[in-house]
């Protein structure tokens, strides 16, 4: 399987940018052949998007996954996947039952040969805290996770706070535990300080500086490298990268910077957000040095 | 795979044993994620104004049929975004031949979006703020039957 050493911040890209565009006009080997194109050597997958017949795929199809790796050079990194205890609408799964979906993806995911799950809890509140049992969920998955060698981790984004309750719960969760197996995937999001007139912008809203990721980067197995808008000069105008990125740096922070493009304008006819990427590793192969 | 979400190849007729029973039309799911059927919240169909309750339509999801009833529990059977489901109405003699007008609204939860979102979810209007990866709920399409 094809390995990337590289030391530090490293560059990936999340398939959910690709959301307008997968399976009308693109493929899973276009994605693949896309990021190899940037340069960029890690992906994050939706696993309910992007696998065939998700969740049991075929011995063929898993063939095909480490292919597509090899051929394009690409780590599989993150393994987008949901709790999804709402899923019924009469009564919302048991903490069993909740285990029992979780424990399906984390057992695919190893078997795609990833090491992150960015994993997506059910909420209860317009703050978007997660479900109550969040805990009970977690504890029982993190034998099998240990087992397999994968971490999940809840992704913190716009309007969360770094240092809000919701994190303070999971780094809680973290030390009670001591456990390897659970983390945190930081969203760019949290650090957007600037909007435009037409932009939405959460009343629960407080934009994060810089260092406040470093007490938490012990806990971060990966981030989603967000971008709003990317300037024709290769600059992302609301989030401050540079600065993002040398806290990591100064920090030997080891992890890959997943670019996600949640832009409504993607869906527009025509639109192809490879382009769109391509502006943003532009900036992030400067600011990286790779 | 067509944009549209009604998808203008897979409408036709419904022939058994040289009868015409009823119609089938293929949907896609507008939507950047798979999802489990009891996630679905089909709605109403109309064609030509003819109205069609959700409990007479059949989705056939990866070849096997599901009734209303049975998605409303399935959380195991999933649909996926890369594969249109066929929708099945019995109708006696099906749709004549010519354009029909078709309307069908339909729409799904999900678990991370906040509680106030998902319990005001109406297949048949429109969210109050429409979300292009969530797709519209009420789609129309004008397709002919030969």
Not at chain 1, 43 to 58: C, G, Q, R
Not at chain 2, 6 to 21: A, H, L, M, P, Y
């Amino acid at each position: 399987m094809y390995q990337y050493n590289r030391k530090g911040p490293k560059r990936g890209v999340a398939l959910y940018s690709y959301s307008a565009e997968f399976g009308l006009t693109k493929t899973l080997e276009d994605c693949f052949e896309d990021v190899h194109d940037m340069g960029a050597h890690g992906i994050e997958i939706l696993a309910n998007t992007h696998i065939e017949n998700y969740p049991y795929p075929t011995d063929e199809w898993v063939d095909k996954w480490f292919r597509l790796c090899d051929k394009y050079e690409v780590v599989p990194v993150e393994y987008g996947n949901w709790i999804d205890s709402h899923v019924l609408g009469c009564r919302d799964l048991t903490t069993e039952e909740s285990y029992e979906m979780l424990a399906r993806d984390i057992r695919l995911a190893h078997r795609l040969g990833f090491t992150v799950m960015r994993t997506k809890m059910p909420v209860i509140s317009d703050l978007l805290e997660p479900v109550t049992n969040w805990r009970e969920i977690i504890r029982m998955a993190l034998p099998l996770a240990e087992k397999l060698g994968i971490q999940m981790c809840p992704e913190i984004h716009t309007p969360s706070n770094l240092k809000g309750k919701m994190v303070t719960d999971f780094v809680d969760f973290i030390k009670e535990t001591g456990t390897k197996n659970f983390g945190l995937n930081i969203d760019f999001s949290v650090f957007r300080t600037e909007f435009g007139e037409n932009d939405f912008k959460d009343p629960h809203f407080t934009p994060n500086r810089p260092e406040d990721i470093i007490p938490l980067l012990p806990y971060i197995y990966c981030c989603h490298a967000k971008f709003i808008h990317m300037s024709d000069e290769f600059e992302e105008t609301t989030i401050p990268y540079k600065e993002v990125i040398q806290v990591l740096k100064d920090n030997n922070w080891d992890g890959y910077l997943l670019s996600e493009y949640e832009g409504a304008d993607k869906y527009e006819a025509g639109y192809e957000v490879g382009q769109t990427l391509r502006k943003q590793h532009i900036m992030l192969k400067n600011y990286i040095g790779d | 795979m067509e944009k549209e979400v009604i998808q203008s190849v897979g409408f036709r007729n419904i022939k058994e044993d040289d009868n015409v029973t009823g119609f089938q039309m293929k949907i896609r799911l507008p939507y950047y994620r798979g999802i489990f059927l009891s996630q679905l919240r089909p709605g109403t169909l109309f064609v030509d104004g003819e109205r069609f309750e959700k409990e007479e339509i059949i989705w056939n999801i990866k070849g096997e049929d599901y009734t209303y009833e049975e998605m409303k529990s399935d959380f195991h059977t999933h649909w996926a975004v890369t594969t249109p489901a066929v929708l099945k109405v019995k109708k006696e003699g099906g749709l004549a031949q010519g354009y029909h007008d078709i309307t069908y609204g339909f729409c799904f939860t999900s678990s991370y979006m906040p509680p106030i979102v998902q319990d005001t979810l109406d297949p048949d209007s429109e969210s109050m703020i429409f979300m292009p990866e969530f797709g519209h709920h009420v789609n129309k399409r004008r397709l002919l039957i030969v």
